[in-house]
């Protein structure tokens, strides 16, 4: 009786019937998944661009910014976008590796000659230039020109005056203070010979 | 006393502010430094009255400011400058130096004979 069970399940009609329902059901389990799969794909590509606009944003901000400030890169600006570049740019070992020379070059106990110094700025600059895709339509003598009229330099020296003339009144503030707080430290003035006046 | 070679200080004046600088004065050579980096490197000789005369170049490192009230800039300044220091330093309240930049007025110690 099983068997005649058996081999009545194995007649044609009922196989094509059974593969027709599995064909139905892969096919509605299809038309649902499709869109669901194509909406993440879309997802996927649209963060992807966005993360890439992201990025390039961030490197435009950092080379326009030492771009604007090239010709007194001390600025505070300028360094904020110095010390971004590591970051911003981490995928472009070029400009990585100018910024290196040029932050070598900034150290003063090496004492680089002025137009080392500037030729590793343009070199910098030109570099980001062609990571960013911009290197087609700037040559190197754009990166050299630069406009920074005498009211602008001596805006900069005022602010560098008034700083200093700050952080000389601080100083001078700050010193009687110690010298109030610890007079154990006093030393006898006839062993010390005090400064000598300011010359007429 | 006459002056001889060894290790010097000099507490120097200038229009804006003060400094101090130690050097070592031998053989004929002088040089030495101060706390912001500015070097002094030169050559002496001993004058008939005792006293030493010398010349000096001075190298200042960029973005600071002498003792003159001078700005050394993005770049460092250089100079070159004379003077004598009396065989009667110890005895004088001061020196006047007069340099390129402007003058200063230094005082001078003997730290230790070489």
């Known amino acids: 009786m099983f068997q005649e069970a058996f081999l009545g399940i194995l007649k044609p009609e009922i196989i094509a019937a059974f593969l027709s329902f599995l064909a ?177 | 006393m006459a002056v001889t070679s060894g290790f010097y200080a000099a507490l120097i004046t200038g229009a804006d502010s003060e400094g101090l600088v130690m050097f070592v004065a031998h053989d004929g050579k002088i040089t030495g430094v101060d706390p912001s980096k500015v070097l002094f490197d030169g050559t002496y000789h001993i004058d008939e009255n005792g006293g030493l005369v010398g010349k000096v170049m001075v190298k200042a490192p960029p973005n600071g400011t002498l003792v003159q009230g001078v700005s050394t800039g993005p770049h460092g300044i250089s100079y070159e400058t004379s003077f004598t220091i009396p065989d009667d330093f110890e005895e004088r309240e001061f020196v006047r130096i007069t340099t390129p930049l402007g003058p200063v007025n230094a005082k001078f110690l003997k730290l230790r004979e070489l």
């Open chain 1, 24 to 200: 139905t059901v892969s096919a509605a389990v299809a038309a649902y998944r499709a869109p669901i799969a194509a909406a993440e794909y879309a997802e996927t590509l649209r963060r992807k661009s966005a993360d890439d606009d992201n990025r390039r944003r961030i490197k435009l901000n950092v080379f326009g910014q030492i771009m604007q400030e090239r010709a007194d890169i001390s600025q505070r600006d300028c360094v904020v976008a110095l010390n971004l570049i590591d970051v911003a740019f981490y995928d472009a070992p070029d400009v990585r590796e100018a910024w290196a020379e040029l932050y070598q070059s900034l150290d003063s106990a090496r004492q680089v000659p002025g137009h080392v110094r500037d030729e590793r700025l343009r070199k910098l600059l030109r570099a980001m230039a062609a990571d960013l895709g911009l290197a087609d339509n700037l040559r190197l003598d754009d990166f050299g020109r630069v406009y920074f009229p005498n009211t602008v330099a001596e805006e900069n020296e005022v602010r560098r005056l008034e700083r200093q003339a700050t952080m000389k009144r601080l100083s001078a503030q700050s010193a009687p203070a110690q010298a109030q707080a610890s007079p154990a430290e006093t030393v006898s003035n006839s062993q010390t010979p005090g400064w000598p006046p300011r010359p007429g």
